[in-house]
């Protein structure tokens, strides 16, 4: 949807602007599915949902936290 205050274009599952905090008017529908996706990551500062292929968060700029990969994951190790 689009805030009526600023303009900006969020998410149908918001309930409230992330820009200006103004409230979603009435008669929008809220997608109930598809919020957060594999890879997504939450900030920690604001925790708001990040795209996976982000390195700082749109919000607040917080750097993307580091996260060591599984053990399935990681290089194996040759002594």
Do not use: H, I, L
Not at 25 to 54: E, H
Not at 66 to 74: D, R, T
């Amino acid at each position: 949807w689009v805030c009526p205050s600023c303009s900006a274009t969020v998410f149908a599952s918001k309930s409230a602007c992330f820009k200006c905090g103004n409230a979603k008017p009435a008669g929008v529908v809220v997608a109930t599915a598809g919020a957060a996706r594999p890879g997504d990551w939450t900030c920690p500062n604001c925790r708001a949902n990040v795209f996976a292929s982000k390195s700082q968060c749109f919000k607040c700029n917080t750097a993307k936290p580091y996260m060591e990969a599984p053990m399935a994951m990681q290089a194996p190790v040759y002594t």
